[in-house]
């Protein structure tokens, strides 16, 4: 249920807490006759975590950056990882890169499952009455009753396999959530017989799950709810930093840095990122910035605002990041760009993961090190880019005195739930949701379905900045 | 001697979280004991506890929401969304419930850094959630480093101004630090709790059944430390004093326990333990790593 | 203990005169056998005496830093911090610890202070009354500059 104004034939709509999401979001929109014309998607955490960053040792920024968020933290580890191995000028072994990897994918894998199943089933599963939490109260279920218990039983299975995706994480990572393993040179361990017969055996199970139920079950879900592959279109500007790509010996395995726009493909080029400020909570000289330039103060008073989150933007354009994007870019699948095609492309995303690791395992040679003792420079910068479970991830760092002195993060929500720039582009979200039609004014249940797709995590949309000078950046597109 | 009498405390300790959950569950279907309400509130921080519960297997999730409590809410995975959720948030104060935070609270701007939902038209910060929902539950069990003690939402300069729960609630606060909690510590808090009511705790109010021993003093590499056999850098098999290991200032049973099912855990990974569920984490655990100590 | 030695070793001297008294003035050869043999044993005794003495001696200079107890200032405190080859070293009340091998001084810190400053201060109002500092050896004492 949500709250409403009438007025006409217009109301505003407003959803809050969008739940199934990581962290907090509220949605509001006005709806004419019907269609969602204008949207605004606010991310409401803030925590500041560039303000505290500043000053600490770098090497613990690994770690640090982890604790943005608790369903995505190997991101973090990863891009702080590959910053600070620019920074330090740092060659990774490909050794080091593979098993680092698949503690990443591991990550991927645990996130596309219970994303698919704990936070997107809901809205068009009925689950059962069993317990509280579980309880909804819209009516748009479509599923035969057979059907839907299937994927009810699925739902409750996916609890050990999505468990599992975590278990083969801390095989090489140590612990899940917030891992130890990812750290600069590759991973902290060493890759020993046992520990790969168990990921191998723990992605044997994923594996299967992936193939015999949540692939199946996404296109069930998909041949009841079709009008989804009309709605939520958004700009179909897609983008990606690229991950699981570069390797030495083995090329790309899943996505170069590429971007997508009016039907080309190009490849990437960091220099073109800018972020803007115009409607978010925060004050600086400039409103629009390069990633390296400034960072702005939170202003809550600041009167157009409305959200957390901030909007960058690619020459000038918002871009779409996330397994739609990913897939789309590296041409494996080319079906549609819409709410249910990122659904799709996310459990499809999910078994190509499996199929890397494997690859990857297939590749790794036993009981290499990868640890040195690191040293710092006094003064240098680096940056980590990298595509992760929500899409493109980036960390910019400097070091002065061989301590923090700058660090700014664009986290893949902040593309896709950005906040609006001087143009009045709404962010992609918005875009997806504006011109929907919305069946049941009372019950807008379109409006999270479409949001969801987009994987939500407004804890990544708090940014790390510090106030720094214009320096020339080392760019590392890995 | 058979597995029945096998008395090694190790071995013991292992089992308490299944023995306890098992108990309160079969207590539930004989009628002996109440599926109790759990609320479960996300306030400033990452989320990450919740993920952590989901990666319990004593029992799991699906055991837990349906037949050992009744799970009323938690922004990450209900069901409901919007007024809808709220309703169910604010429509339990007055029954008898347990209140499970993660999170710090936000007090900067009056809370407005971290809004949770909107209730009647007005919006709900963190920090009139807990305010709201604390003192009326029968038991308040913070989760995690940053609602026990402010944890890494807190960090310095901590510019949302936050604080652990207990600097917000009147009302006694059972911690369960950990970043994240380790979820068998929530669950057999939880199962203790329906059994036998408040566990034991020390006097940072955390369950001494977790709580108790430093990592230094069971750690498997102890023999090292006392040897000064000393790893120099990570992914060494020997002591990471020198690197700046917090295992012996702080207090949890990660040697036994270990993580996700016991596969591994931090030390074992070759890296230190950055005492992640110690009070004073992260500013006073810093640097987690440190090169070139003699 | 070292009082009560030096007053056993006191009294064997005092001991030991009076015997050499009674020997210059006893004729008998028996008396005079009996009284050289309690002066041998007295000598034994104080020879018993010095050797404890010795050993105890050395134990305080093992926890005094190898018989020369340090004296810095706390500038030169400052480089003590268990980085570059120097060894980790505090100060608490005027006395420098060494805690290069103290558990709770992982990488030569402990809960945000570094080794190689006077943790008085902290010491006290975190630990006060504990009977930590008796377990950590002792390099030396503070030079007040």
Redesign the interface.
């Known amino acids: 249920m949500t709250q409403f104004k009438e007025m006409k034939h217009t109301k505003r709509i407003v959803i809050n807490p969008v739940t199934r999401i990581s962290g907090f979001m509220e949605i509001e929109a006005t709806i004419e006759r019907n269609i969602v014309v204008d949207v605004k998607t606010k991310g409401l955490l803030f925590r500041g975590f560039e303000k505290m960053l500043q000053g600490r040792s770098p090497f613990d920024a690994v770690y640090f950056t982890e604790r943005i968020c608790g369903i995505c933290s190997t991101a973090h580890a990863m891009a702080s990882t590959l910053a600070l191995e620019a920074a330090l000028n740092i060659n990774v072994s490909s050794q080091g890169r593979y098993l680092r990897d698949i503690i990443h994918a591991c990550e991927f894998l645990q996130n596309h499952i219970r994303h698919f199943y704990q936070y997107t089933l809901p809205d068009y599963v009925r689950l059962p009455n069993g317990s509280p939490v579980l309880a909804t109260t819209h009516h748009d279920f479509r599923l035969t009753k057979p059907r839907n218990d299937l994927l009810v039983q699925h739902y409750f299975d996916s609890l050990d396999i999505s468990r599992s995706g975590h278990e083969m994480l801390a095989v090489l990572g140590g612990k899940a959530p917030h891992n130890h393993g990812i750290f600069l040179g590759g991973i902290t361990t060493q890759a020993t017989p046992e520990k790969i017969i168990i990921l191998r055996s723990l992605l044997k199970k994923i594996s299967q799950f992936i193939d015999n139920k949540m692939i199946p079950d996404a296109y069930l879900i998909a041949e009841y709810y079709q009008e989804y592959f009309e709605l939520g279109k958004g700009y179909a500007n897609l983008l990606s930093f690229g991950c699981f790509d570069g390797y030495d010996e083995l090329g790309t395995l899943y996505v170069n840095p590429l971007t997508y726009c009016q039907g080309e493909i190009t490849r990437l080029d960091a220099d073109d990122i800018t972020e803007s400020i115009n409607t978010s909570w925060y004050i600086d000289q400039k409103e629009n910035y390069e990633p390296f330039s400034t960072i702005p103060e939170p202003y809550l008073e600041k009167s157009e605002a409305y959200s957390w989150v901030k909007a960058p933007r690619y020459k000038g354009l918002p871009y779409e990041v996330g397994p739609l994007a990913r897939m789309w870019l590296c041409g494996a699948y080319r079906n549609g760009i819409s709410s249910m095609d990122r659904t799709l492309a996310r459990v499809l995303e999910a078994k190509k993961i499996t199929q890397i690791i494997n690859t990857l395992l297939d590749n790794i040679i036993l009981e290499v090190g990868f640890q040195e003792e690191f040293t710092l420079p006094q003064y240098t910068s680096g940056v980590g880019l990298i595509d992760t479970t929500r899409g493109a991830l980036g960390h910019w760092l400097k070091i002065e005195d061989r301590l923090i002195s700058f660090y700014q993060i664009i986290t893949p929500t902040a593309w896709n739930l950005s906040t609006r720039t001087a143009d009045n582009l709404p962010g992609p979200g918005e875009k997806a949701l504006i011109g929907s039609q919305i069946d049941d004014v009372n019950n807008p249940i379109e409006i999270g379905r479409i949001i969801r797709a987009f994987d939500p995590c407004v804890s990544c949309a708090t940014h790390i900045y510090s106030k720094g000078e214009l320096i020339q950046s080392i760019h590392v597109i890995p | 001697m058979t597995k029945d009498n096998f008395n090694c405390p190790t071995c013991l300790k292992m089992e308490n979280v299944s023995l306890l959950a098992q108990k309160a569950i079969f207590g539930i279907n004989n009628k002996n004991i109440r599926k109790i309400n759990l609320v479960w509130l996300e306030l400033t921080g990452c989320s990450g506890n919740i993920i952590s519960l989901l990666n319990g297997s004593k029992p799991g999730f699906k055991k837990l929401i349906l037949n050992m409590t009744n799970f009323v809410y938690d922004n990450s995975l209900m069901a409901a969304e919007g007024e809808a959720a709220m309703e169910k948030l604010f429509n339990i104060i007055g029954s008898d419930y347990i209140l499970a935070v993660e999170g710090a609270v936000s007090t900067k701007d009056n809370g407005l850094y971290n809004i949770i939902g909107r209730w009647k038209g007005e919006p709900v910060t963190a920090y009139r959630a807990i305010t709201e929902l604390g003192e009326s539950a029968s038991y308040v069990i913070a989760v995690g480093t940053c609602a026990s003690d402010g944890g890494i939402s807190a960090a310095n300069p901590n510019p949302a101004q936050c604080v652990g729960i207990d600097r917000i609630l009147q009302k006694k606060i059972i911690k369960l630090p950990g970043c994240p909690c380790h979820p068998d510590w929530f669950i057999g808090t939880l199962a203790h709790i329906m059994l036998f009511g408040e566990p034991q705790l020390d006097q940072r109010n955390r369950p001494l059944m977790f709580y108790s021993t430093l990592i230094h003093d069971i750690c498997p590499r102890r023999p090292f430390f006392n040897n000064g056999i000393f790893a120099s850098k990570l992914g060494e098999p020997a002591c990471m004093f020198k690197i700046g290991c917090r295992g012996p200032v702080t207090r949890t049973d990660c040697p036994i326990r270990k993580w996700n099912q016991e596969v591994n855990w931090p030390i074992g990974d070759d890296t230190p333990c950055i005492g992640c569920a110690m009070l004073g984490f992260p500013d006073q655990m810093e640097p987690f790593i440190s090169y070139d100590t003699i | 203990m070292n009082d009560s030695i030096i007053s056993m070793i006191t009294n064997s001297i005092n001991s030991m005169e009076k015997t050499i008294d009674d020997l210059i003035y006893v004729k008998d050869s028996n008396t005079k056998r009996k009284l050289i043999n309690r002066l041998k044993n007295q000598v034994s005794n104080i020879k018993l005496m010095a050797t404890e003495l010795q050993t105890l001696s050395s134990t305080i200079n093992l926890q005094m830093g190898m018989d020369n107890p340090q004296r810095l200032s706390r500038t030169e405190l400052e480089k003590y911090t ?7 070293y505090i100060a608490v009340d005027n006395v420098i610890y060494d805690v ?2 103290v ?2 001084w ?7 202070l570094s080794a190689g400053q006077d943790v008085t201060a902290q010491f006290n109002s975190c630990h006060g009354g504990q009977s930590i500092l008796q377990k950590l050896p002792i390099v030396g004492e503070v030079a007040n500059d």
């Not at chain 3, 268990?82 to 980790?88: E, F, I, L, V, Y």
């Not at chain 3, 992982?106 to 945000?112: E, Y």
């Open positions: 268990g980085k570059d080859s120097m060894p980790a290069s091998n558990s709770a992982g990488g030569a810190t402990h809960f945000g």
